[in-house]
């Protein structure tokens, strides 16, 4: 072992000297020798690169800034079917067209991956993708999206991994969390009824006690009812079963029915609710059950995290010609830094002392962000520590359907 280590030693010490000038050297040799030895790893560093975009089973599309395929690799034409002459020059819209995990057409939207990496300038990593425009050549992949600038002009490299396999899994255990929080939905709503009825006085008089007692298993079977529904919910999203029925909405009415069913758990909280909605709102084209569960899950998080004497407020406004903004602000505790960049996933738990304080599952936000990307939106936050937080979300406006002859040409 020990002579092993000792030819190795010197193999090391005779390829230093090989790149390394003698002492009676001149600085310009030196200067000329490293240079030729960084010319060399820059140029291996480049066959690498090469190598690695040849042969990775990973699809790599680089796109300019007004989206037209400019190469994509091997991996790409075996996976989209794709031929450099049919594919190069055209928009991805017509040879990618990138859809959510239900089925929704992302081109032209705010939700874009492309777009939204491209108007704010970092990479955009882990978003799940439908992508393909054959049946046969469509595939489920997890896509990274890079812009680079490049002599001036932008650029965006599109990566994306085949998820396929793993998400046969993944759909296994979704159907089963499904069956069963399907048959815990029957007996939970069953107990909830026949309390109900107890309280009710049906099956004769009770002790102010006993209802009392009574009232607080009925809000534990309520909480669990709520579980099982967001769990039911989010399977049926990923088994690609969840859809919107968007229709014209004004906002307005919808915000007053949230406001008034959520009264009353925010006068026990000593939190008011207020509404900052004009007038003249525009319609918007939404499913108006969704976007009040939206709208539901954010009032209740702001009034969980304000404390009594707080306000939380529901607006809306102009986001741009095709989109309207809505924002729930409160004046609450705010958002730690570390729990920012986590705010958004499945049953994520603050370890912050209100959280332990206030309980919940994680679900609520994560709800939210799905129900919001399926109509095209976005949602984001700002927050500060000690003073408050802005939730908000765009949501598609509603437009007259054009007249028939409008649409001849």
């Known amino acids: 072992m020990r002579k092993r280590i ?31 030895v960084i010319d060399t790893i820059l140029l291996e560093k480049h066959h690498y690169l090469d190598a690695l975009a ?5 699809v790599i599309i680089t796109l300019d800034q007004h989206f037209h395929v400019r190469d994509f690799n091997p991996a790409a034409t075996v996976a989209l079917n794709w031929s450099r002459e049919g594919v190069l020059g055209r928009r991805c819209s017509e040879v990618l067209r990138c859809k959510n995990l239900n089925q929704m057409l992302l081109c032209g939207t705010s939700s874009c991956p492309l777009t939204r990496a491209l108007q704010q300038g970092e990479p955009l990593p882990n ?35 085949d998820m396929s396999a793993l998400k046969v899994a993944n759909r296994v255990r979704s159907n089963f969390v499904s069956m069963v929080s399907h048959e815990l939905r029957t007996p939970l709503n069953s107990v909830h009824g026949f ?8 099956m004769g008089e009770m002790t102010e006690e006993q209802r009392t007692y009574l009232g607080y298993t009925q809000e534990g079977v309520q909480q669990l009812v709520s579980i099982v ?19 014209e909405v004004h906002f307005r009415g919808l915000v007053r029915q949230v406001i008034r069913s959520l009264h009353p758990q925010a006068l026990k909280a000593g939190v008011a609710l207020c509404q900052d909605i004009p007038n003249d709102a525009p319609p918007l084209y939404v499913d108006p ?41 409160d004046t609450g505790y705010g958002i730690p830094l570390e729990d920012r960049q986590h705010i958004f996933e499945r049953f994520y738990q603050s370890n912050h002392s209100q959280q332990s304080k206030m309980g919940g599952y994680g679900l609520g936000l994560s709800i ?42």
């Open 127 to 161: 978003e799940e993708l439908l992508i393909g425009t054959e049946p046969e050549h469509s595939c489920e992949v997890s896509a990274s999206v890079t812009p680079i600038a490049l002599a001036g002009a932008r650029y965006a490299v599109f990566t994306a991994r």
């Open 195 to 202: 309390i109900d009825l107890l309280l009710q006085g049906h």
């Open 229 to 247: 529904e967001d769990i039911l919910f989010m399977t049926r999203s990923d088994l690609g079963q969840f859809e919107v029925k968007q229709q």
């Open 289 to 329: 059950q969704r976007i009040k569960q939206v709208l539901n899950n954010l009032v209740t998080n702001a009034i969980k995290f304000t404390p009594p004497g707080g306000m939380v407020t529901v607006s809306a406004c102009r986001h741009d010609e095709r989109f309207e903004m809505i924002s729930v602000t």
């Open 6 to 36: 000792q030819k190795q030693t010197q193999a090391e010490q005779e390829e230093l000297q090989s790149v390394t000038p003698a002492p009676g050297e001149s600085s310009s040799s030196e200067e000329h020798l490293r240079r030729g």
């Open 368 to 409: 939210a962000k799905l129900i919001v990307e399926q109509h095209g939106g976005t949602i984001g936050f700002d927050t500060v520590v000690d003073k408050g937080s802005t939730f908000y979300f765009t949501v598609p406006l509603y437009f007259e359907p054009q007249a028939e002859e409008e649409l001849l040409p």
């Open 54 to 58: 040849v042969t990775t089973s990973d």
